[in-house]
């Protein structure tokens, strides 16, 4: 049996029945990882670590001990989430060396799970850009097609399940970097609710977009994944939210008198004709499975990605003012003073998008331009979050594509950073209304690219979309072909 393109509920009744051992199945994957190792999915990997959670809890299971609903399962986290004692570098050169002194609260409810965590994941130098590319550590590439890219920023977490080098990932997603990946490299990607997950010890990108979420081959993987790690985290991360966490692996797939919302804005004339001709039959699968279709009007979507841009870099500007060569991370070698240390740490830690979003971050918000940039995109915001809330009043869900395209190729849009952000200008809009949405696999293109289709639902209500999902998974021979 191929265990390794398994999905997590399958091997996770394989390892119940004792078909295989959890150290088995982990130095499987660790051999999966060396013979991948061209795509780069991982910028690190525990092995030794990986290799004694698994000893561990292949003895717990043997002496009838209770275990959790991810015991032995190998997963790879993205490299923005601290595991103490393992690196944490945001694929920075800045952050080339720094060892986290402590664990995420998203990685710790993995490991109090049972999981094995064997390596962290590649991806677009803190979390800025929609390729991978932006790494210090090289490009990840796409295992469908390894002349595209993977998408970003959580390319890696994306690839390696694809990749089948593990059974589930972390990602987190400020303007799409869940769901582009997971788009382009044929997986299920979700961005849960705002505050759904703690982000207690994942490194801030835009700390009032930032989410994370779980990158899998399955709807009900991601399920069982966002039931693990959701749920309140006061003590850490005060924007968590106290709401309880529903029972997501057990939701009917029954969609009968279902509103769908379909928004002219999310299918423009620069859709590809693949894209559109596999949303258009998953919409038919819904509307055969009782599912009703209405039109609604999203006409500010458009100044989503504008919004994103001034917002996230301020807040990216902010955040990462902490990386000045004293505290954390590399510090340059010779300075005259205390401004030049600043200044020649982050000129030679840093790379060129990184900068970029800074001085935009510092532009936007210098007093001179601060009512005319930020202010104004917080008034956009609301605007987009009240047509958003309105859209929600005619239906249960709204469907879209993740992306206008599927995988582009290496190097394809790398000197054009406008080019690059224009990839997440489906996904950017969701982050800003601070809704929960999922991308999933609906077919391919001519050229055997994935087509990911991505399904958005009000705020908490993860559970419509699971059903959804689930819904098309069970139906549908292009999901299941991937
Ligand atoms: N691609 C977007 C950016 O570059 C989104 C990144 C993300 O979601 N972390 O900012």
């Known amino acids: 049996m191929d265990y390794l393109s398994l999905n997590l509920y399958e091997i996770r009744d394989e390892l119940e029945k004792g ?28 092995e030794e670590y990986a290799l004694k959670t698994a000893q561990r809890i292949d003895e717990d299971r043997k002496n009838g001990k209770k275990l959790g609903p991810l015991a032995g399962i190998p997963i790879v986290i993205k490299d923005n989430i601290n595991l103490v004692g393992t ?35 590649n991806m677009d130098e803190f979390a800025m850009g929609s390729s991978t590319e932006n790494s210090a550590f090289g490009p990840t590439l796409n295992p469908r097609d390894k002349s595209c890219v993977p998408g970003g920023s959580s390319g890696g977490s994306a690839a390696t399940v694809a990749a089948n080098q593990c059974f589930a990932s972390l990602g987190t997603d400020t303007g799409g970097s869940i769901r582009e990946p997971a788009s382009f490299c044929g997986v299920v990607g979700l961005k849960p609710t705002y505050g759904r997950v703690s982000r207690f010890g994942v490194v801030a990108f835009a700390s009032s977009l930032d989410q994370v979420g779980p990158l899998t081959r399955s709807v009900k993987d991601s399920a069982i994944m966002l039931k693990v790690i959701a749920g309140e985290d006061l003590k850490n991360d005060m924007t968590s939210s106290t709401k309880p966490v529903p029972d997501y692996e057990n939701i009917s797939s029954n969609v009968k008198g279902l509103k769908i919302g379909v928004a002219k804005e999310f299918f423009n004339d620069k859709l590809d004709s693949s894209v559109k001709k596999a ?7 819904y509307k055969a499975n009782g599912a009703e279709i209405v039109d609604i009007n999203l006409p500010s979507l458009d100044a989503a990605l504008g919004v994103y841009y001034i917002l996230s870099s301020a807040e990216a500007a902010s955040n990462l003012a902490r990386f000045d ?3 954390y991370g590399v510090q340059a070698k010779k300075f005259s003073d205390i401004t030049d240390l600043y200044f020649k740490s982050r000129t030679q830690g840093f790379g060129k998008e990184v900068k970029r979003r800074i001085m935009l971050g510092n532009y936007v918000l210098s007093s001179g331009y601060f009512d005319a940039f930020y202010r104004k995109a917080r008034k956009v915001q609301k605007v987009i979050k009240k047509e958003f809330n309105d859209a929600f009043s005619k239906c249960d869900i709204i469907i879209s594509p993740t992306t206008a395209n599927t995988a582009f190729k290496l190097g394809e849009k790398s000197g054009d950073p406008l080019a690059m952000y224009l990839t997440d200008i489906f996904t950017v809009p969701i982050n800003i209304a601070g809704l929960p949405a999922m991308s999933m696999p609906v077919g391919k293109s001519e050229k055997g690219l994935p087509i990911g289709m991505q399904l958005i639902a009000k705020e908490f209500d993860e559970e419509m979309i699971f059903k959804f999902g689930k819904l098309f998974e069970e139906k549908s021979k292009e999901a299941q072909n991937v």
């Open 19 to 46: 078909n295989i051992t959890s150290l088995e199945l982990t130095k499987m994957c660790l051999q999966r990882v060396k013979e991948t190792s061209d795509i780069n999915a991982l910028v690190s990997v525990c």
């Open 87 to 121: 690196k944490t570098t945001c694929s920075s050169k800045f952050l080339e060396n720094f060892v986290s002194p402590y664990t995420a609260t998203c990685a710790q409810k993995l490991i109090d799970a049972g999981a094995v965590i064997i390596g962290k994941a």
């Open 279 to 285: 949303l258009d039959s998953a919409l038919e699968l």
């Open 325 to 327: 060569g004293v505290k």
